[in-house]
């Protein structure tokens, strides 16, 4: 069997293993006047093994990610408040006199106008990170499951036997 280990140690590379089944089921001996490819079953079962073993880190990343996010967002939102109360603060020590209230009142606005914009930015850079991050994933999972899709149709269609009535379904999995 060949070597699973890609590019990382420890943790698989789902797009390395991929190629690597790719790259089995293209390396098949093709049966003379078919279709069909004889393939190492073994060899794609273990790499199939190692994908499933890899979906879970990459999903526990993405979980990861958002909790992050989501903590980034917690701190600006208090750091935010905290901005609000002592300017709050600051307005009321200056109030004693108009023209100290007038700029402490403006100060106030800006500094919230200011906290409030920061806190809107940093929500967005948040979002806009996390929604590329789970977007890559969609893609990777989409991908794996096309190349997952294609080799059990290959493998399925490289039987001689006929389909028993048992295999209905899995001829309606294969037509997807």
């Known amino acids: 069997m060949n070597d699973l280990n890609g590019p990382e140690s420890g943790s698989m590379d789902i797009l390395y293993l991929l ?10 001996s093709r049966l003379p006047f078919t279709r069909r490819v004889l393939v190492d079953d073994d060899e794609c079962f273990a790499i199939v093994d190692q994908i499933r073993l890899s979906l879970p880190a990459e999903i526990r990343q993405a979980r990861k990610l958002t909790a992050d996010r989501d903590t980034l967002l917690a701190e600006t939102q208090g750091r935010a408040q ?40 940093i929500r967005r850079d948040a979002d806009d990170y996390a929604y ?42 294969y037509r997807r």
């Open 19 to 28: 190629e690597r089944l790719e790259e089995i089921l293209s390396a098949g």
């Open 132 to 173: 590329r991050v789970l977007l890559d994933l969609d893609r990777r999972l989409d991908n794996l499951a096309a190349v997952v899709r294609n080799g059990l149709q290959s493998l399925h269609s490289s039987t001689d036997t006929a389909p028993s009535p048992n295999d209905a379904a899995d001829d309606e999995y």
């Open 82 to 121: 905290q901005m609000l109360q002592a300017a709050e603060l600051e307005a009321r020590e200056l109030a004693r006199d108009h023209q100290i209230t007038m700029q402490a009142e403006a100060q106030a606005r800006d500094v919230l106008a200011q906290a409030q914009h920061q806190a809107d930015q």
